[in-house]
């Protein structure tokens, strides 16, 4: 089973942290909390039972509660952190995935983050929604994708929408020149 394919998850304690790590290599104990953090910057290695899994830029990594682990950084490294504790039993192992759409997960931690900041309760309902806004969007990344012929036409301009969604520039008539249709169809 994996923690992002559940369909009923209740949060019953949480906290978050922004970390700015710099190189290290320490070994965790295990702790009475899952951890869920998104890597904003830098590189580190997580070795639990026999296997190594690599976090980098952009990766969301999950460590069940109870497990211990080496944790070495690599690259000094900037995370939001979110440790949890649910109803249900998970049973799951050390989990980094790379989020098909990487700015908005990264957009829902640093607003988890702010929102810890400005109110740090474990019941903070805002923080709450924001939790369950991230395990969705994980959810989501992992169903199946089913596109018609309509959507992969533009897929390209959807790509390059991802990419750059702060460029200013960003118009209908570029858009649909990358998708290679007018802008009427587009």
């Not at 019953?12 to 290599?25: E, M, P, Q, W």
């Not at 805002?126 to 969705?136: A, F, V």
Request: charged content about 20%; hydrophobic content about 35%; aromatic content about 10%.
């Amino acid at each position: 089973m994996n923690i992002f394919d559940l369909k009923n998850l209740t949060v019953t304690a949480f906290s978050v942290y922004r970390c700015n790590i710099g190189r290290s290599d320490i070994t965790i104990p295990p702790r009475d909390f899952h951890s869920l953090s998104f890597r904003i910057s830098g590189r580190t290695e997580i070795i639990a039972e026999g296997k190594s899994y690599i976090s980098e830029q952009g990766a969301v990594t999950y460590v069940p509660k109870g497990l211990p682990y080496a944790h070495i950084v690599r690259q000094p490294s900037e995370v939001i952190a979110l440790h949890f504790n649910v109803s249900e039993e998970l049973e799951t192992g050390v989990c980094v995935v790379i989020p098909e759409n990487c700015y908005e997960t990264e957009r829902l931690f640093v607003s988890l983050a702010k929102s810890w900041e400005q109110n740090p309760v474990s019941g903070n309902i805002k923080c709450l929604s924001l939790i369950y806004g991230i395990l969705t969007r994980l959810n989501i990344d992992k169903e199946p994708k089913v596109a018609n012929k309509n959507h992969r036409i533009i897929e390209p301009a959807v790509e390059y929408i991802r990419k750059n969604y702060t460029d200013s520039g960003l118009s209908v008539s570029y858009l649909s020149d990358i998708a290679g249709v007018s802008e009427a169809y587009f």
